[in-house]
């Protein structure tokens, strides 16, 4: 499984932005596909995860509200749609995949994309 992440760019306090995530491979093998993010000098962070039946989606608790999560099956793609951004929200944003779970916690997701970066100015 490969995951290609796009849309990172700049946009101003207040903005929207979305991200786009391709992934390639057998379909069947992943369970959710999600987001991580990590600003300079911090943690890597949750942001949201969808299970690809959609049935199941999560969200950071700095984002509910404002970002909605989503799948798109037959373009294999998970979309990050981001609202009322923040300068806060700087980060470079990572897009993840699973064959078995849902998680808040980074190490459980088998296959990470490259990040793309999101700058939120003030």
């Known amino acids: 499984v490969q995951l290609q992440a796009s849309g990172g760019g700049l946009v101003q306090a207040g903005g929207s932005l979305s991200l786009s995530c391709a992934h390639s491979g057998r379909t069947l093998s992943i369970y959710a596909m999600g987001w991580f993010r990590q600003a300079p000098g911090k943690e890597r962070e949750f942001v949201a995860a969808?299970?690809?039946?959609?049935?199941?989606?999560q969200y950071a608790d700095s984002v509910k509200g404002r970002f909605t999560i989503s799948r798109d099956n037959a373009e294999n793609t998970v979309s990050l749609q981001m609202y009322s951004l923040k300068p806060e929200d700087t980060a470079v944003y990572y897009c993840?995949?699973?064959?078995?779970?849902?998680?808040?916690?980074?190490?459980?997701?088998?296959?990470w994309g490259q990040g793309t970066l999101v700058t939120v100015s003030s």
């Open positions: 993840v995949a699973d064959s078995t779970v849902l998680s808040r916690t980074p190490g459980y997701y088998d296959y």
């Open positions: 969808i299970t690809w039946r959609g049935d199941i989606a």
